[in-house]
């Protein structure tokens, strides 16, 4: 079973909320691709609609948006996405992950593309009970 630690930035605000998806909704999150928007009933935010905007396996290998596939390849870079430069016209092997969500992401960054009914406060908080005789 897969499971995702999703980063929710609200564009709005400037805050980011760390919400864990899994089941069925971390499934259909798989073969998505960086710039793509989908539904936030995949994280639980009804309403609203998410652009994904990259992430991170499990050894902390960015994702990169313009390299198509799932797979680590080893890039030779400068200072961009990945690798920044310690010096200028530097230039290093990098591993970096392509643009495709697979079973080895485990971080999703997300920016919320439209906003839904509720705020992401109240669409995350958990429901309290008040007691009916107080």
Known sequence: ????KTIVNDVKTGK??????????????IG???????????VGLPGYKLKITGGSD???????????????????????TGFHEKYPGQRMRIAIRGSTISSEIVQVNMAVAEYGPKTIEESLAPEVETPAGS
């Open 1 to 4: 079973m897969v499971e995702f």
């Open 16 to 29: 980011s909320f760390n919400i864990a998806v899994s089941g069925h909704h971390a499934n259909s999150l």
């Open 32 to 42: 998505k691709n960086i710039g793509e928007i989908v539904d936030g009933i995949f």
């Open 58 to 80: 499990g050894n902390g290998t960015p994702m990169r948006a313009d390299l198509p596939g799932n797979k680590r390849k080893k890039l030779l870079l400068s200072d961009s």
